[in-house]
Each structure stands twice: as structure tokens, then as C-alpha cells.
């Protein structure tokens, strides 16, 4: 059983940086296709960011070019960096980890943009 805890959420400026974490444990974490989805009130979950075992990164449209992605398996951990942040990255940001048929969540971590 695979436990996800983020952290690093905030309210933050329109045009500032946050940093999100993901502490994974329970699990081969190298082996796992780590992502972040958000999801804002009254909308679907959406894809963020993937990064696979390999560190191949796939990022949304609305995202690439302003977020990054890593994975740091010594210490079991996955990164988002936001630059740029806009009104519109307002979401519960939630850190996913995959490995075949098996698919685990963390609880989320509310970021805010907002002047």
C-alpha cells in the first residue's frame, strides 16, 4: 500500500513560484509513474504533469513552459515547480502514483492565486 502526502500549497500572487512535494511511501517508488492533477470548483480533475520511472516528463498545455516536474527516488519524493503562476492555477493539486493495474492518491493541497 503506497501513501502520498503533499505539501507546499499556498496562496501566492498572480506571476509568483510555489513549490509542491509529494512524499511517497509504502512502495518501490522508482518503479511508479508519478503525476499531479488539480482540480478547481466546479470542474473535472485534470492531468497536470506525468513523470514516468524513466523520467520522461509530459506536461498539460496550460502548464508547459511555467511548470516542472521532477522525482527525486532517494528520497521517495516528487516535485512541481509553478513560476508564473495565474488566477486560473487555483486548484486542490493532487499527487498520483501508478504501476500497472495499482493506482494511488494523495489527500491534496490547496493552492490559491490571488492579489
Known amino acids: 500500500q503506497v501513501q502520498l502526502v503533499e505539501s507546499g500549497g499556498g496562496l501566492v500572487q498572480p506571476g509568483g513560484s510555489l513549490r509542491l512535494s509529494c512524499a511517497a511511501s509504502?512502495?518501490?517508488?522508482?518503479?511508479?509513474?508519478m503525476a499531479w492533477y488539480r482540480q478547481a470548483p466546479g470542474k473535472q480533475r485534470e492531468l497536470v504533469a506525468t513523470?514516468?520511472?524513466?523520467?520522461?516528463?509530459i506536461y498539460a498545455d496550460s502548464v508547459r513552459g511555467r511548470f516542472t516536474a521532477s522525482r527525486d527516488n532517494a528520497k521517495n519524493t516528487v516535485y512541481l515547480q509553478m513560476s508564473t503562476l495565474k488566477p486560473e492555477d487555483t486548484a486542490v493539486y493532487y499527487c498520483?502514483?501508478?504501476?500497472?493495474?495499482?493506482?494511488?492518491w494523495g489527500q491534496g493541497t490547496q493552492v490559491t492565486v490571488s492579489s
Open positions: 498520483y502514483a501508478g504501476q500497472s493495474i495499482r493506482a494511488y
Open positions: 509504502g512502495g518501490i517508488f522508482s518503479g511508479y509513474v
Open positions: 513523470i514516468t520511472s524513466d523520467g520522461t516528463k
